[in-house]
């Protein structure tokens, strides 16, 4: 099984499971289990974690259809990594592996939020050199920077906080478009350590920090934790969040941006 | 203040897929490279030998990948070219018979007949067939500074499940760089911008110094790059990377709001291949007898409109004279701005694909020429430089990991990686793993066995050219793409089959070295992994 980056958000993974490998998976299976089991793809993002000897941040299945042999992955994950296993899912959800992928690691959608202290620069100073390429538009993913220096989200990148950006949708003639973010704040003990789903959060000099998040639809728990100075005590708190939505607006993967204007032009027509 | 205030760097990237079909007397795509001689090649070698000839000073980087430099040394398509070319001045000299009564055509048929006639005579008396070596005297003379690519533009992103893969694309490349040049390559082209985090490492190991990436490459590079993209950074390597400047590529690049998209420049979609009676041009057509672009266009863009109007030459030229002005001014206030808000010289990277100049965009070269004359002559702001030269002026440089990114729509690996091409990956990796493995069991085969061994090798880097997921994707030549993943997949597992065998079939060896004939040098054992370090 191999797992490839598409772009920040998506994956794709082609398979070939051996006959032998699948029968001797089935003869682990209860007859009581055959008739509902599926196939499923089960996605795991191990961001800084080696997996399977310690355990993924989180994982998500999608069933497959029968003949399936490959298959593009919705992660909406930026700068995370990723490894997907296929296996046979029975109706009490147990889960027995077929194969294993290579671990990836999906490419950032926006700047990094580190800054170099020898090499410090301010975000006006940032968005000032950005400023000029990211006015044009066109095909490169600087669009949404065009969007972000339109409309002046710079505070959420002065906190200094994980964020994830939204996504550019520049569509010819009318188009409309929704995504939620949430914003996650707080304020803890100035010298405490704060991770939010596992990521470490900038807590500001007053103790208060906050994080901005793209909010894919479904349910989604997002944990907070703080962790003394001493390395004592934890607390931690798991919001909920869900987001569904009603009317017609198209799904994320239906929309395209215009046709490239860049370096399409090259082979002959 | 003294000395310009910043440096552009003008980036020409030059590459054919390797198209060389040896068993067919004449070959539709064959074609490409005829036409990116006679449009590109030979205008861009006038212009940068006239430069010299005046004693212009400037300095231009370019990139010539591999595949291209076997072509242009090829003995067949040599004779090949000749015979397109006396063929294409056969129709000029009829067109000049047919337009006799029809004053503004009348006129471009001499105009294409001269051309034509001009560019024989320097193909021909002039550097005697072989198009490698001027360009390898402009590098000796400090004029051009080539760069090298991987052996057959292999898209690299998506290789990164094989290292070997990777590093055969890249020491292959190397390799034909340095018996082209004589020389060792100290920067490298990564076929689309294509970056991988990693692969940097590659390219130290075989002594490149620095690569281009698009604008995000550096920009969503952690820690985040303090002078964007007007300053290269350092990879953990150690290899520079230098990132796009978006603006200045979108006013060549963009067909609509760039300048080759003006009313008074050359329409490449009217060509007499298309226009005139289907008698009097047959025999200019290729063996099937489909229309086909012969590069004799009479119309200019006009407007959007189908209502073309004639072209006029010295009009476009007076265009392409105001539009290199326009670049310069816009790249002097991009300077002054840029040196406004940073505490040193900014540099500037604008790489285009080399076709775009004379073929694409036929006014293209004159636009370059005047370019870097005007840049000469008529201002103090920025000077033309070499990525090398901006390393030895600035060897302090920011130390960041750059993102994975590439020039192709979107940025990243789609236009690689989508419905339209993504089943050839899992043959495209079996088969690099397959070689190593071959690779690791024959270490020391019998000349025979080696020569199967090596053409594998040719085998695999010709099917992971970038081209074909290319061409599937847009779907212009689809067909002749999807024959090549199949023939070279199909002569791979044929090969890999002989190696078993107690006895090879020599003759049938040697058809297939025939048709797949690049890279002469090359050992197999680049694909090895046993015994390293």
């Known amino acids: ?269 | 203040m003294s000395g310009p205030q910043g440096t552009l760097c003008l980036i020409l990237h030059t590459h054919l897929p390797f198209v060389h079909h040896p068993e067919h007397p004449d070959f539709l795509e064959e074609r490409w490279l005829f036409e990116a001689i006679t449009e590109t090649y030979l205008p861009l070698l006038a212009r940068f030998t006239r430069l010299c000839d005046d004693q212009v000073p400037f300095r231009i980087t370019m990139t010539f990948t591999p595949t291209l430099l076997a072509m242009l040394a090829d003995d067949l398509l040599k004779v090949r070219y000749r015979r397109h070319l006396e063929r294409l001045i056969e129709l000029t000299e009829k067109e000049i018979h047919r337009t006799r009564w029809l004053p503004p055509f009348h006129r471009l048929a001499l105009f294409y007949h001269h051309r034509l006639t001009m560019a024989r005579r320097q193909y021909l008396e002039v550097y005697r067939g072989d198009l490698i070596q001027p360009f390898r005297q402009l590098s000796e003379r400090g004029v051009i500074e080539p760069l090298a690519s991987c052996a057959t533009h292999g898209y690299l992103p998506l290789m990164e499940t094989h290292r070997p893969a990777v590093r055969a694309q890249i020491g292959v490349g190397v390799q034909a760089f340095e018996r082209a040049f004589g020389r060792r390559p100290v920067g490298f082209w990564l076929p689309e911008c294509g970056y991988h985090p990693g692969h940097d490492e590659e390219l130290k190991a075989v002594g490149i110094r620095y690569m281009l990436l698009d604008a995000h490459g550096v920009l969503f590079g952690s820690p985040r790059p303090k002078y964007g993209v007007y300053a290269p950074v350092f990879c953990p390597s150690g290899v520079a990377a230098f990132g796009r400047d978006l603006e200045s590529s979108k006013s060549v690049w963009s067909a609509e709001e760039g300048y080759p998209g003006d009313a008074d420049y050359r329409e490449f979609y009217r060509d007499i291949g298309y226009d005139l009676e289907y008698d009097y041009i047959r025999p200019y057509l290729n063996g099937d007898g489909t229309r086909l672009n012969t590069g004799i266009k009479y119309y200019r863009i006009t407007g959007k409109t189908a209502e073309k109007q004639p072209y006029d030459p010295d009009r476009a030229l007076e265009r392409a004279a105001q539009h290199a002005g326009n670049f310069m001014f816009n790249r002097e206030r991009q300077i002054e701005h840029l040196r406004s808000i940073m505490d040193r010289p900014p540099v500037i990277i604008s790489p285009y694909d080399a076709e775009l100049f004379g073929h694409w965009w036929f006014e293209g070269p004159d636009w370059l020429e005047l370019l870097i004359r005007k840049t000469h002559f008529d201002q103090k702001v920025f000077a033309l430089a070499t990525p090398t030269e901006y390393l030895e002026r600035f060897p302090m440089n920011q130390m960041l990991q750059p993102s994975l990114s590439s020039w192709g729509y979107g940025g990243y690996n789609d236009v690689w990686l989508n419905g339209a091409n993504d089943w050839c990956y899992r043959h495209l990796h079996t088969m690099a793993e397959r070689m190593t493995r071959a690779a690791n069991e024959h270490p020391e085969p019998d000349a025979l066995r080696a020569r199967v061994l090596n053409q594998m090798a040719r085998e695999v880097l010709l099917a992971q050219s970038s081209d074909w997921a290319f061409i599937l994707k847009t779907q212009t030549h689809a067909a002749y793409a999807y024959q090549r993943l199949h023939d070279h997949l199909a002569r791979f597992d044929a090969l890999a089959d002989t190696l078993r065998q107690p006895q090879i079939d020599e003759a049938w060896l040697s058809t297939v070295e025939q048709k797949d004939s690049l890279f002469p040098f090359l050992d197999y054992r680049v694909y090895a992994t046993a015994g390293r370090g």
């Open chain 1, 1 to 269: 099984m191999v797992l490839m980056v598409k772009d920040p958000l998506w994956l794709f993974a082609y398979w070939e499971v051996r006959p032998e490998t699948e029968r001797s998976v089935r003869s682990q299976l209860l007859p009581s289990e055959i008739p509902d089991l599926r196939s499923v793809l089960r996605v795991y993002d191990v961001t800084d974690v080696e997996f399977p000897t310690e355990p993924a941040h989180r994982s998500f299945d999608i069933p497959l259809s029968g003949l399936a042999t490959s298959w593009y992955i919705e992660t909406n994950a930026p700068n995370r990594s990723f490894i997907v296993e296929i296996g046979l899912l029975t109706a009490s959800g147990r889960f027995f592996m077929l194969a294993r992928s290579n671990r990836v690691t999906t490419p950032r959608a926006g700047p990094s939020e580190i800054i170099d202290e020898a090499w410090a620069t301010t975000d006006e100073l940032f968005w000032k050199l950005i400023g000029s390429s990211a006015l044009l538009g066109g095909s490169s993913p600087m669009v949404w920077a065009q969007m972000l220096s339109r409309n002046a989200v710079l505070g959420s990148w002065s906190s200094g906080a994980l964020t994830q950006t939204a996504r550019p949708a520049i569509v010819r003639g009318f188009w409309c478009r929704v995504n939620a973010d949430v914003i996650i704040y707080g304020a803890t003990d100035p010298k405490a350590r704060v991770r939010i789903q596992g990521q470490p959060v900038a807590v500001r000099k007053d103790g208060t920090f906050s994080l901005r998040v793209t909010l894919p639809e479904g349910t989604q728990t997002m944990t907070i934790e703080a962790t003394s100075s001493d390395g004592r005590q934890t607390q931690s708190m798991t919001p909920i969040v869900s987001l569904t939505a009603a009317g017609s607006l198209g799904a994320e993967p239906g929309i395209h941006p215009p046709p490239a204007a860049r370096p399409s032009i090259r082979r002959r027509p």
